[in-house]
């Protein structure tokens, strides 16, 4: 069974009542979780014109004046026909709620990242897929709303949205990797269908909140370089994709190895000698299976121009990038510590296997560890410990275990 | 529910057929629409098969986009002409 991130419809943003997702939500409040949101220019979103499509503190219209008005026409003739159409208070509630549609969709689709106090990127937690998870559900459920309660106004919005997306001229920058839609939707229809459902829904956010920054895109010089920004995102794409299957394959393993560990453990042998080698075994084998896992992500990362810009993907594919990461560190941390073996036989027995020896794979990978994962290096390491200590009792490993291993590096 | 290729292809045909859109415009659809997967397929069947008029004004759209690339004039006048449409639009709807 798969384990991706949990999609769980209990779970709401902590703003907004989940069962009243008409007109009467209260603003954004730029706060999520209860951490100030940030945009990505460090710009704290509560401090943000909001919502900027609104009148000025001093009544005036915020639009005319917008040097993005011409570019922005989806959106800015939606704000305008609801200011014209309705009476204030109504026109005002409207584009309240559209307005923190749109922001929730920029948050689930990775546009806004937390930072804290100082500007400091912060990292976002292996739980931050879970919670992208929810702003879309949410942003899913009352924009589905707001479409039903005013369907004359989203015929044509729904329309440039589709053909904005479609349209060659949204390529993606290769310095910022940003995906059109497209090819988003391309890279779930290739390789996520186990996530079928909420891919879909994850579409609609992507069209939503990214329809802004495909309006920039089209302005940016740099959008000439079609051909290099499509090589780049074909790699981006196996990237990715690739990502979220090793982790499921790495979560696969990692059940496999426990069960076949449990096993032995459980199991009767002849002597404490025996069962011990069985173990051993067991250790070695899989260790040999977590490195040529990593060396096969290693390999697809190699194309594209490095791991940490994978992040701007999104908190989701971010999130099972660090969790892959996290899982790797902690499985090749108990497999090496079990496996009784001098790095010269782990290198040899790699030979043998006809695998690639990753250069700093056996010492915690501090060179060549990501700058985005190492947030994570002092919990998976804590949980190495943890797992340590568990193994420990459990397995009553022999004493000279921790200090073999301190021997070899 | 998602629509698999073959109803989108046929749906796809009747909308062309119906809007009498010129090869040219065809072929352009198609190649847009080529890797554009099933959500964004079924998206564009629920949008454009029901208005013949927004079909046709979103296919001149999309060529002058094309044409435009990155031209910021050109995409200027496509987003006034996008704004102007818009407004008859909901004059219409609210007439």
Known sequence: MLEGPSYNSEKRPAHGDPDDVGLTLPPFSGRFHGRPVYTSEGIPLSAREAPRFAERPDGTDAYPDDEKVPIESGLDGLYAYIRDSFPQDEAKKMLLELGEIVHTCEIASGEVVGKDVSGTEQSVGEDLPVRAADFVEASQERLRNFLEKHPKLTRYFKALLLVVSLAPSVAAKPETSFASDREMKRIYDDGMEEYGRRTAQFGVSRILGGQERFHDQVLDSERREWDLTERGNQARRDFIVNAYRFVDELNALENEYRLEFDRVMTRPFQNEAARSSAMTDINRRYLIKVIELENRLKDLSSRVDSITSLSVFGPLTGGRIRQFAALKEKMMRLALERSGWTRAKLEDALKKSGIEIPKNALDENEESTPVETRSYRNRSQKDGKAAETRGAKKEAAPDSDAQFLNSLF | ?95
């Open chain 2, 1 to 95: 529910m998602l629509i698999s290729d073959e109803e989108f292809q046929q749906k796809l045909e009747a909308m062309f057929e119906k809007a009498e859109l010129p090869e040219e415009d065809r072929k352009l659809w198609h190649d847009r629409l080529a890797d554009a997967g099933e959500y964004i397929h079924k998206m564009f069947i629920d949008v454009f098969s029901k208005d013949r008029d927004l079909f046709l004004f979103f296919t001149t759209n999309m060529r002058k986009r094309m044409v435009a690339g990155g031209d910021r004039v050109k995409l200027e006048e496509i987003a006034e002409e996008e704004r102007a449409y818009f407004s008859g639009l909901m004059k219409k709807d609210t007439e």
